[in-house]
């Protein structure tokens, strides 16, 4: 079964690379391009791991991942983060109060780096659902 990914971010460059790369992976990515927008995708699509940025119109990756989290599907599903800059301790206490399973520097990882860390959170909860 092919893996369902909501990647939200509004930097069409980046999201065409990074959409080249995960569906070369074998994924099957839905492209979001706002937070509003990633919030009702996620929520109709119940995709088994969200890519949010943190920087995005109408609502940031933060506030996307806290709604995500509230919702009863929302709760253990993986979210890895995106961010443009080296995130301060401010930024990461926020970040990890909504519980994210990674976080991705844009421009400081390869995407090969990004696909890895995706298909390693799949094989430990595959692992752990056994």
């Given at each position: 079964?092919?893996?369902?990914?909501?990647?939200?971010?509004?930097?069409?460059?980046?999201?065409?690379?990074?959409?080249?790369?995960?569906?070369r992976?074998?994924?099957?990515?839905?492209?979001?391009?706002?937070?509003?927008?990633?919030?009702?995708?996620?929520?109709?699509?119940?995709?088994?791991?969200?890519?949010?940025?943190?920087?995005?119109?109408?609502?940031?990756?933060?506030?996307?991942?806290?709604?995500?989290?509230?919702?009863?599907?929302?709760?253990d599903?993986?979210?890895?983060?995106?961010?443009?800059?080296?995130?301060?301790?401010?930024?990461?206490?926020?970040?990890?109060?909504?519980a994210?399973?990674?976080?991705?520097?844009?421009?400081?990882?390869?995407?090969?780096?990004?696909?890895?860390?995706?298909?390693?959170?799949?094989?430990?909860?595959?692992?752990a659902?056994?």
């Open positions: 079964m092919q893996r369902k990914i909501l990647l939200a971010d509004d930097d069409d460059f980046f999201v065409a690379i990074c959409r080249k790369f995960l569906v992976a074998g994924f099957e990515v839905i492209e979001v391009h706002s937070g509003e927008d990633a919030v009702i995708c996620a929520d109709r699509d119940k995709p088994d791991l969200l890519i949010l940025d943190i920087a995005m119109p109408k609502k940031d990756g933060l506030t996307v991942a806290k709604e995500i989290r509230s919702l009863p599907w929302g709760k599903v993986p979210i890895i983060i995106l961010t443009a800059k080296t995130l301060g301790d401010t930024d990461l206490a926020e970040m990890s109060a909504w994210p399973t990674y976080y991705f520097i844009k421009g400081n990882e390869r995407f090969e780096d990004l696909v890895a860390k995706i298909e390693e959170i799949f094989q430990e909860r595959t692992a659902a056994h």
